[in-house]
C-alpha cells in the first residue's frame, strides 16, 4: 500500500514537471513567431525633405545597425526567464499558502503552484520577447535625433 501511494506522489511530480516542460517548449515557440520588425516613423520635417525617402531609409539602417553593434538588445529576450521565475515563486507561495488553509500536502500544492506559476509566466515572457526593447527603440531614436530626423513613433 506504501508503495502504491509513493508511486502516485511521484507520478503526480513527474506529470508536473511534463507540463512545466511542455508549456515552457511552447513559450519558446511562441517567441519565434515574430512578424516583421518595427521600423521608426518619422515626421516629415525640413531635414527628411531635403534628404529624401532612400537617405532616410539608409540613415535608418545605419541607426539600427549602430545600435547593434553597440550590443543593445533588440528584443526583450530577457522577460522569459525572469517572468518563468516570478511565476514560479508567486504560484508555488499562493499554492502553499491555500494548502495550509485547505489542508493536505501543502508541499505538492506548492509544486502544482509553482509548475503552473512558471508556465504562465513563460509564456507571458514568451510573447513579450517579440517585442521590440524600449532601449534599443530609444537608441534608434536619438541616432537619428542626431542625423536632424525627428521620430514620432514605430510600427
Not at 538588445?73 to 499558502?97: F, I, L, M, T, Y
Not at 506548492?110 to 508556465?119: D, F, H, P, S, V
Not at 534608434?140 to 513613433?153: F, H, P, Q, R, T
Request: net charge positive.
Amino acid at each position: 500500500m506504501m508503495w502504491i501511494a509513493l508511486h502516485l506522489v511521484t507520478s503526480r511530480k513527474m506529470a508536473c514537471r511534463r507540463v512545466f516542460i511542455a508549456s515552457l517548449a511552447a513559450a519558446v515557440a511562441l517567441g519565434g513567431c515574430a512578424g516583421q520588425p518595427k521600423q521608426p516613423v518619422l515626421y516629415p520635417n525640413n531635414h527628411l525633405q531635403a534628404v529624401g525617402e532612400q537617405t532616410a531609409q539608409q540613415d535608418i539602417a545605419a541607426c539600427i545597425e549602430f545600435a547593434r553593434a553597440s550590443n543593445v538588445n533588440e528584443k526583450k529576450d530577457a522577460e522569459v526567464g525572469r517572468k518563468a521565475a516570478g511565476g514560479a515563486a508567486v504560484g508555488g507561495a499562493s499554492a502553499a499558502a491555500w494548502g495550509l488553509v485547505r489542508g493536505g500536502d501543502v508541499g505538492n500544492r506548492a509544486l502544482a503552484g509553482a509548475a503552473a506559476g512558471a508556465t504562465a509566466g513563460a509564456v507571458h515572457g514568451g510573447l513579450q520577447s517579440t517585442e521590440t526593447s524600449p532601449l534599443f527603440m530609444n537608441f534608434v531614436n536619438k541616432c537619428l535625433s542626431d542625423k536632424g530626423y525627428s521620430v514620432i513613433g514605430w510600427q
